[in-house]
C-alpha cells in the first residue's frame, strides 16, 4: 500500500486522539499521507543511496550522490564504478572511507547474488533485517529504510530515526501510560505511516 485511504486517515487521526489532542490535529490537517515514488526498482543500487545519505541532510546527501553518479557515467550501471581502483574518486565525492568500504561490500554482495530484492521480498522484516545487518555499513536503520520505502511494508516504527524519535517523544512525553512504544503500537499495522507523518511535522516544525 503505498497511501492511506481516507477511511484509514480518519481512523488515524481518532487513534491519534488517544495520544493527543496536538498530534490528531497534525494528521488531520496533513491529510492522507502517501511514500515517496521509489526512484529505483535496483535494490542495490537502492542500498546504495541510502548507504551515501547515511547521517547526512537530504541536500547533501543528494549532492554527493550526483557527483557519484557522474563519476561512474561511463560505466554500465553505478554498482560497476564501485572498485578498490576508484576508491580515490568515490573519496572525491565527498564520500568518508567508511562509506566507500561500505559501497564496495555492497557491489561484492550484490554481485554474489546476496542483495537478492525477490528473496529479501518474501521475508518478515526481522528476517530481512539480519540479512542486510550482515553487510557492511548497513545497520538497522538503513535495513528499516529498506523494508519501508523499497518494500513498503506498512508497519515498520523506525525509532532509530533522530526526526520520527524525537517527534513522537514530543506527543507522548507528557501522557501518563504511553511511551514510544506503546504510543506507536496505537498504529499497528500501519506503523510505517506514522513514522511518514513525525517526517513530515519534522520538516514542517511543530503544530501545536
Given at each position: 500500500?503505498?497511501?492511506?485511504?481516507?477511511?484509514?486517515?480518519?481512523d488515524?487521526?481518532?487513534?491519534a486522539?488517544r495520544?493527543?489532542?496536538?498530534?490528531?490535529?497534525?494528521?488531520?490537517?496533513?491529510?492522507?499521507?502517501?511514500?515517496?515514488?521509489?526512484?529505483?526498482?535496483?535494490?542495490?543500487?537502492?542500498?546504495?543511496?541510502?548507504?551515501?545519505?547515511?547521517?547526512?541532510?537530504?541536500?547533501?546527501?543528494?549532492?554527493?550522490?550526483?557527483?557519484?553518479?557522474?563519476?561512474?557515467a561511463?560505466e554500465?550501471?553505478?554498482?560497476?564504478?564501485?572498485?578498490?581502483d576508484n576508491?580515490?574518486?568515490?573519496?572525491?565525492?565527498?564520500l568518508?572511507?567508511?562509506?566507500?568500504?561500505?559501497?564496495?561490500?555492497?557491489?561484492?554482495?550484490?554481485?554474489?547474488?546476496?542483495?537478492n530484492?525477490?528473496?529479501l521480498?518474501?521475508?518478515?522484516?526481522?528476517?530481512?533485517a539480519?540479512?542486510?545487518?550482515?553487510?557492511?555499513g548497513?545497520?538497522p536503520?538503513?535495513?528499516?529504510?529498506?523494508?519501508?520505502?523499497?518494500?513498503?511494508?506498512?508497519?515498520?516504527?523506525?525509532?532509530?530515526d533522530?526526526?520520527?524519535?524525537?517527534?513522537?517523544?514530543?506527543?507522548?512525553?507528557?501522557?501518563?501510560r504511553?511511551?514510544?512504544?506503546?504510543?506507536a503500537?496505537?498504529?499497528?499495522?500501519?506503523?510505517?505511516?506514522?513514522?511518514?507523518?513525525?517526517?513530515?511535522?519534522?520538516?514542517?516544525?511543530?503544530?501545536?
Amino acid at each position: 500500500m503505498r497511501q492511506l485511504t481516507p477511511a484509514l486517515h480518519a481512523d488515524f487521526v481518532a487513534r491519534a486522539r488517544r495520544v493527543s489532542r496536538a498530534l490528531s490535529l497534525a494528521i488531520a490537517n496533513i491529510g492522507p499521507i502517501a511514500y515517496p515514488r521509489r526512484s529505483t526498482r535496483d535494490l542495490p543500487l537502492h542500498l546504495a543511496r541510502i548507504v551515501v545519505g547515511q547521517q547526512l541532510s537530504t541536500k547533501a546527501a543528494q549532492s554527493i550522490w550526483t557527483r557519484v553518479a557522474e563519476a561512474a557515467a561511463g560505466e554500465p550501471r553505478p554498482l560497476d564504478f564501485f572498485t578498490p581502483d576508484n576508491t580515490a574518486r568515490l573519496r572525491a565525492c565527498g564520500l568518508s572511507g567508511a562509506k566507500v568500504e561500505a559501497l564496495l561490500s555492497l557491489r561484492l554482495a550484490a554481485d554474489e547474488g546476496r542483495v537478492n530484492a525477490r528473496t529479501l521480498g518474501r521475508q518478515s522484516h526481522d528476517e530481512r533485517a539480519a540479512a542486510l545487518t550482515r553487510l557492511r555499513g548497513i545497520g538497522p536503520w538503513t535495513a528499516d529504510m529498506v523494508s519501508m520505502f523499497f518494500f513498503r511494508d506498512p508497519d515498520i516504527w523506525p525509532l532509530g530515526d533522530l526526526a520520527v524519535r524525537k517527534t513522537f517523544e514530543r506527543y507522548v512525553g507528557d501522557h501518563k501510560r504511553l511511551d514510544l512504544h506503546s504510543g506507536a503500537a496505537l498504529f499497528a499495522p500501519y506503523r510505517s505511516f506514522l513514522a511518514l507523518y513525525m517526517w513530515r511535522i519534522a520538516n514542517n516544525g511543530p503544530v501545536d
